[in-house]
């Protein structure tokens, strides 16, 4: 039986006694202070640290869950509570945003967050030890987009430092589908004359799956130091402590998804059945689980009145394994990945204007492609048996170096900002192994053995570059009336885990037509958004409405292609695409009980090519909408507060997407309501939620990978059932 549901964020601020509560509803970025050069100057969306609270849910985990009101946002999870990393899906006006490829998040302005293959990173904070989020969709600043792509927007995250007064939180919550957290923050306050300030956190979660067997799990520790040294310098560190397991979603099909009556349960299998292609889906045989390690630091020094010069140093690391069954076999991947660099930027503060001059500088070793991969199949018994190594290969460390500049201040009324940034990659060379001879070894002693090389399998250094170039115009045309124009260049990182092994699974093709895997490598190259947007912005008294049109062009577009050199088809660059939408936003204070918050998008992204996927095949994809991307989203939200209580009623419309590029696997169009109910006393807040009320059946997730998924290899994940989840916080 169905239990009640919670993707609505509980509503538990954290307040001390007396305390008026902050708002739950975010507030649109035309009435958000500024954060960062520039921002109030694009389209962002910017949220403080008791929003990302109030919409976090009871796992407190995933920071884009605060985003689902958010114009032109498309999100999507498998798991109720957002614990699953791996099985979300994110896109901003219909581009994929993955932290990857295509989008860029930092913490503290590091970008120490960038996903191990397709788990893992991303979630190394809890919400509670937040302060803030910036989201940027579109062009953005040259200083900003501080990662391995930011194609379809950049995420900005700060966190929330130690406080000046010694405190303490605690946070239990429980939901539907054996759902539980505890968490629990210490401050030290300033201590002696040194007046160090200290934060202790740690937090622990566990749900079990709702359709299948299985569950996710997430134990974390954050830890956080401020030290004044002088009048003007100081330095900050925080660290992050993060192990995690995670059973998969069993996908379905698109015959399936279609009927969710009979499928929209169905998982992988408790048990091992003795049947070879059977067992591969068995829910312990697709499963991931790692470790993650986080260090950054800031060091500013307030070099006089009108000059500052900010050190932002990070490292992390990220351990662990995946298991996915493919037809008859189990398939494991090692994860190994290093990510270290810093961050300089100096801001001086002219006559009329600010200028930013900055330099970010980064070494990350990780996949794709893997390095390690073992095929197993499954005795008898329900044990693993090693069969044969499926790829064994090292790298180097890619680098990246990209110095920025950026002007932004105010002249005959105008106010401006103008920068540019430059990328520099460099993808390190690959040296490839024949493992066939090796028995089941993890990768270091794999290579410990001194496996012959395999040359075919290998590639030499390759560089790849961009400039990034901004501007954003902004004028007040009469009292509480604002226009705005902003353009700018992003891009993405290219795909290549899909090249190596589309390589390597028909290397006897491409060596017959002369085709190594250096020439594939040499053709690789960023893909390109040059995109521009107009808004205007209304205040009238506590009403703000916003809207903004926008159009871009992306070029060098990673597509599975047809050559018929080899009769085969492969990841290939080089496809154009165009998008154009509008977004509307209004936030409405009706009176002392009242808030409205409201968003309406129309999004449009389309490839300008048809795709050729065999010799008498054409994939007819001219004109028609990249897969999970809904032309239409709304939400509206509203808050209601009386006295100690808040009652919040939600509604999201996502509107048909397809699954595929050439628009014959359809999804219907589906709109979800969400309650939550919130009580406060002194320093102790209640909270209740409920996600999915009417306990609607829909495809939340569509795991198409590229825009070109062809028909008949997407895989589909239900939206959770309705959902219940109760929420205490205290905080002294």
């Not at 300033?190 to 160090?196: C, F, N, P, T, V």
């Not at 068995?282 to 630091?297: K, M, P, R, S």
């Amino acid at each position: 039986m169905r239990t009640l549901g919670c993707c609505l964020a509980p509503l538990c601020w954290p307040l001390a006694a007396g305390a008026e509560p902050p708002l739950m509803l975010p507030a649109i970025e035309v009435s958000a202070p500024r954060i960062g050069p520039g921002a109030g100057d694009y389209a962002t969306t910017e949220l403080d640290g008791a929003t990302l609270e109030a919409r976090g849910g009871a796992a407190q985990v995933n920071p884009y869950r605060a985003l689902d009101l958010t114009p032109s946002v498309n999100r999507a999870e498998a798991d109720p509570n957002a614990l699953s990393t791996e099985q979300q899906t994110l896109r901003l006006r219909a581009i994929a945003a993955s932290t990857a490829t295509g989008l860029a998040v930092t913490i503290e302005g590091t970008p120490s967050s960038t996903s191990a293959g397709r788990g893992g990173v991303g979630n190394l904070y809890d919400l509670e030890n937040l302060e803030r989020l910036t989201l940027w969709r579109g062009p953005q600043p040259a200083g900003v987009g501080l990662g391995v792509g930011n194609l379809a927007g950049s995420l900005a995250l700060g966190l929330r430092a130690p406080r000046q007064q010694p405190g303490v939180m605690a946070r239990v919550a429980r939901a539907d589908h054996d759902f539980h957290r505890l968490f629990a923050r210490l401050d030290s306050g300033a201590i002696g004359a040194a007046a160090s300030r200290l934060f202790l956190s740690a937090s622990s979660a566990a749900g079990a799956q709702w359709r299948g067997p299985g569950g996710q799990s997430r134990d974390t520790l954050n830890l956080g130091w401020a030290q004044p040294l002088g009048a003007d310098l100081s330095l900050s560190l925080y660290g992050a402590h993060n192990r995690f397991h995670s059973d998969a979603y069993r996908p379905l099909s698109h015959a399936e998804s279609q009927d969710l009556e009979r499928y929209g349960t169905l998982g992988y299998h408790a048990t091992l059945t003795g049947s070879a292609r059977e067992d591969a889906d068995y829910y312990a045989y697709n499963t991931q689980h790692y470790t993650e390690d986080n260090l950054l630091a800031t060091l500013s020094w307030q070099l006089g009145p009108r000059a500052r010069l900010q050190l932002r140093p990070y490292w992390l690391e990220t351990r662990g394994e995946r298991l996915t069954g493919k037809r008859t076999s189990i398939v494991r991947v090692e994860v190994d990945q290093r990510q270290y660099g810093a961050v300089a930027e100096l801001q001086l503060e002219l006559d009329a204007a600010t200028l930013t001059l900055g330099h970010w500088s980064q070494r990350l070793s990780s996949m794709p492609p893997p390095l390690s991969q073992r095929l197993y199949t499954v005795d008898d018994a329900g044990a693993l048996r090693f069969s044969r190594w499926g790829i064994l290969a090292e790298q180097g460390e890619r680098a990246y170096e990209s110095p920025f500049a950026m002007i932004e201040g105010e002249r005959r009324g105008w106010r401006y900002t103008l920068g540019t940034r430059y990328l520099r990659l460099r993808l390190p060379a690959i040296t490839g192994y024949d493992a066939s001879a090796l028995p089941d070894l993890d990768h270091g002693a794999a290579l410990d053995l001194d496996p012959p090389v395999d040359p075919a399998l290998g590639t030499a250094p390759v560089t790849l570059a961009a400039w990034l170039p901004s501007l954003s115009l902004s004028r007040e045309l009469t009292p509480g009336l604002e226009a705005r124009l902003a353009l700018g260049r992003t891009i993405g990182n290219p795909w290549l885990g899909p090249l190596y092994s589309g390589y390597m699974n028909a290397r006897e093709r491409f060596e017959a037509a002369g085709i190594d895997l250096q020439s594939l490598w040499q053709r690789l190259r960023f893909e390109r958004a040059e995109t521009i947007e107009a808004g205007l912005r209304w205040r009238h008294g506590d009403l703000t409405l916003a809207p903004t049109l926008y159009w871009g062009r992306l070029r060098d577009k990673q597509v599975m292609a047809y050559d018929p050199a080899l009769d085969l088809s492969y990841l290939q660059g080089g496809v154009r695409a165009h998008t154009q939408g509008a977004e509307f936003e209004a936030r409405w204070r009706a009176d002392a009980h009242w808030d409205l918050v409201a968003s309406l998008s129309w999004n449009r992204s389309r490839l300008d090519t048809d795709i050729r996927t065999a010799a008498d095949s054409l994939l007819a994809t001219r004109g028609n909408q990249v897969p999970d991307a809904p032309e239409w989203l709304a939400s509206l939200a509203l808050e209601y507060r009386h006295g100690p209580w808040t009652l919040t009623p939600v509604i999201r419309h996502v509107g048909r997407r397809y699954g595929d590029a050439a628009n014959t696997e359809p999804v219907d169009a589906h709109t979800l309501f969400d309650l939550g109910l919130g009580y406060r006393h002194r320093a102790m807040t209640l909270s209740l939620a409920v996600d999915n009320l009417f306990d609607t059946r829909y495809v939340a997730v569509i795991d198409a990978g590229r825009d070109d998924a062809q028909p008949g290899t997407i895989g589909y994940y239900p939206g959770a059932p309705r959902t219940l989840s109760l929420t205490l916080t205290m905080q002294r």
